[in-house]
């Protein structure tokens, strides 16, 4: 399990926006260490996000995301207490999970 | 009785079951997610990477627009995001021409979520940025170029 996300959610005027801090290293694979040995890739490959479990956005990453890669987006609908939650899996098979509820 | 896979079977189809069943924690997400789109992500210029995604001359469109700053201090972190005003925008796909693989992220958007999705990305020198669309079954395309002073892909 990776590190925990910082979730954002806030409604306003029917729109909720939701902002995505990851918390994961995003090696692209092309880096080398000092010794000249190539650090292998581990990024997220996949994430998704759902509001009171219905899916709202779902995304593909390639290793050109950033370090700690941060997200925002909106739908529409939402009230505060609804639950928001965000899934991602990177390449190496680890995955989180964490779940806010609109404020 | 389990009521909560009762629910999860009531609530919907396809990919709501899905959502529904990884937010429920009974199955893990990453099985629930779909599968990677390797083709797409692991081409190397431009013409593959929209050849991977379905597309082989998207049409450029003054409704789609790629946000960002003219000029990147920090290839490492640069802060885009593509907004549609397209009617039925169902995908987003960033794509950054120069890296080495030129597709950064796609995101497939349901009903009700906006076609307004911001992140940041990693550019390794100056380039063009892609915003590639799907609206209504049809693809469209959009560019900006962001200079870059300081690579993000060096060691």
């Known amino acids: 399990m990776g590190k925990p996300m910082k979730i954002r959610a806030s409604a306003k005027d029917g729109v909720t926006e939701v902002k995505v801090l990851i918390s994961h290293d995003m090696e692209t694979g092309q880096r080398k260490d000092a010794n000249g040995a190539v650090i292998p890739a581990l990024f997220i490959t996949e994430m998704s996000a759902t509001h009171n479990g219905k899916t709202v956005l779902s995304g593909e990453f390639g290793t050109a995301i950033s370090k700690n890669p941060y997200l925002a987006f909106k739908f529409k609908g939402g009230a505060a207490g609804d639950k928001v939650a965000v899934s991602w899996k990177d390449n190496k098979g680890d995955s989180r999970t964490d779940e806010v509820a609109i404020g | ?155």
């Not at chain 2, 469109?61 to 802060?79: F, L, R």
């Open chain 2, 1 to 155: 009785m389990n009521n909560q896979r009762r629910n999860v079977l009531k609530s919907g189809s396809g990919a709501a079951i899905l959502g529904a069943l990884a937010a429920a924690g009974i199955i893990k997400p990453g099985v629930a997610l779909a599968d990677w789109n390797k083709a797409a992500f692991e081409a190397k210029s431009m013409a593959d990477t929209l050849k991977a995604l379905g597309t082989e001359k998207p049409a450029e469109s003054k409704d789609v627009q790629v946000t960002g700053p003219d000029i990147a201090e920090n290839g490492a972190v640069v802060p885009v995001g593509v907004v549609s005003t397209l009617p039925n925008t169902t995908m987003v796909a960033i794509l950054i021409e120069k890296n080495p693989n030129a597709l950064a992220a796609s995101f497939m958007l349901p009903a009700g979520t906006e076609a307004n999705v911001q992140t940041r990305v990693k550019m390794g020198q100056t380039s063009n940025i892609y915003a590639l669309v799907k609206a209504d079954g049809k693809f469209y395309i959009a560019t900006k170029e962001i200079k870059v002073t300081l690579g993000g892909c060096g060691g």
